[in-house]
């Protein structure tokens, strides 16, 4: 599919300035049709509300003397920010100029024509060696790049010290979903997930395949024709570890509706143990900034008792394969000012804001080099760091193909609930809708 050429706002701007000089030497008879050349054009940019403040501060800082950056707020929910991006790019909404894109969502816009493709020049320098692995690839598409990461997330295995002390079990070596059940109820804990029936719970389920060493799809670019390899034993092994928490007494009891933000209170609960917990890496700052107060730990003292442990394996002696997040900026395809966009994409995602939104807002970066900055280091422990940076190095993303929304849903319906999981049927039934829905045979 032929790409919009990012020199269209160069040329445009060209006509605009000959329009000017029309109107002011009284050529035309009426100038309103060519705009308000009373100041610099305003560049939209949708973000999610994660480190709105800085995203905020950011916008000012790249703002220049040929283009003003305002922020547009998105709904909070993944899913809810892909529906409204794109249905504003289906119209072609020449207003959407930058957007912050959930990673799954870059190959979906990319192969619809919504997404500027970067200049070769450009490209290389957004996915240069100081990106990490994990990151450069999710700005990727059909061997060309389409947008800039910004910020790489990761989930680690966060835990209270005392609770997996009590439960005897060796948090410097790697440790197994299984473990970590079984240690949780054996100390009287639980364990937090993410499995309301939501994106987040494909996440925690694709990463159970994939640290058994299998994936939810292969061939990805296929589209519609990619091989689906759900229904394997790796998907068994994901299935028995959701059955085994869903059947432990180790589960929290709002484990079918559980999100990012329900098992935090469970960590510093009072008169109780406490929990094991994969999330992301906003969880540290979360917590730091809640010492003394309701649902966070009594002190610092209570605050050195957190953990934080790479996320476990699915299968013991096999890598776990951390889930990738993050955010990363794209350039409409539709608009007006696509080299201006270009340019403050390159700006909100450089070294230094990367930087400003781990200090500032628990958002890690996608550059190596950002670890190493002093404010980084300062606001961080240097072990939390490596494991972080580490994480996102070897994790797994979820599948890169244009139709990973319908794939999300399709395997959301066959999982939930987790009470309802069945190593036995559910890999295989999730493989067959999921085929009949590509193929048009099902309705989501």
């Not at 400003?356 to 422990?381: F, H, I, N, Q, T």
């Amino acid at each position: 599919m032929k790409q919009p050429s990012t020199h269209r706002g160069r040329s445009r701007r060209t006509i605009a300035a000959l329009a000017s000089l029309a109107c002011t030497a009284g050529l035309l008879t009426s100038c309103s049709a060519f705009g308000d050349d009373s100041g610099p054009p305003t560049l939209n940019w949708y973000v999610n509300p994660d480190g709105v403040e800085t995203l905020t501060k950011l916008a000012k800082q790249c703002s220049t003397d040929d283009y003003d950056i305002e922020i547009q707020l998105l709904p909070s929910g993944a899913t809810d920010q892909r529906m409204q991006l794109a249905r504003r790019l289906a119209a072609k909404d020449s207003s959407t100029d930058l957007m912050s894109l959930d990673p799954v969502f870059v190959a979906e816009f990319a192969n619809a024509g919504w997404l500027e493709k970067l200049p070769e020049d450009t490209a290389a320098k957004a996915v240069d060696e100081d990106v990490l692995t994990g990151a450069a690839e999710t700005v990727k598409w059909d061997d060309a790049v389409y947008a800039f990461p910004q910020w790489a997330n990761t989930q680690v295995l966060w835990y209270r010290k005392s609770l997996a002390e009590k439960a005897g079990l060796d948090m410097t070596k790697p440790v197994t979903w299984s473990e970590v059940i079984e240690a949780a109820e054996k100390a009287g804990g639980t364990v937090g997930v993410q499995a309301n029936k939501y994106e987040a719970y494909v996440v925690w389920i694709n990463a159970l395949i994939q640290g058994a060493g299998g994936d939810i799809i292969s061939d990805n670019e296929a589209g519609k024709d990619a091989k689906i390899d759900i229904d394997s034993d790796a998907g068994k092994k994901a299935a028995e570890v959701i059955k085994q928490l869903a059947d432990s007494d180790a589960k929290q009891p709002d484990l079918s509706t559980s999100n990012e933000g329900t098992s935090l209170g469970a960590m510093f609960p009072e008169g109780a143990p406490g929990e094991f917990m994969t999330n992301w890496t906003f969880v540290y700052k979360n917590y730091e900034g809640v010492i003394g107060k309701p649902g966070g730990p009594v002190d610092k003292d209570a605050f050195g008792d957190l953990g934080y442990a790479r996320y476990p394996e699915t299968v013991a002696g096999e890598d776990s394969k951390p889930p990738i997040g993050g955010i990363d900026i794209g350039v409409g395809a539709y608009s007006e000012h696509p080299d201006f966009a270009m340019a403050a994409a390159e700006c909100v995602t450089n070294t230094e804001a990367q930087v400003a939104l781990a200090v500032e807002s628990g958002l890690m970066p996608a550059r190596a080099s950002a670890y190493e900055d002093p404010a980084l280091a300062k606001a961080y422990p240097p072990d939390l760091l490596k494991l972080f940076r580490e994480s996102v190095d070897t994790g797994g993303p979820r599948p890169k193909s244009a139709y990973y929304a319908t794939i999300s849903a399709a395997i959301q319906s066959q999982w939930h609930s987790p009470f309802d999981v069945d190593p036995d049927s559910t890999p295989g039934d999730s493989a067959d809708f999921l085929s009949d829905v590509l193929n048009g045979k099902a309705l989501l």
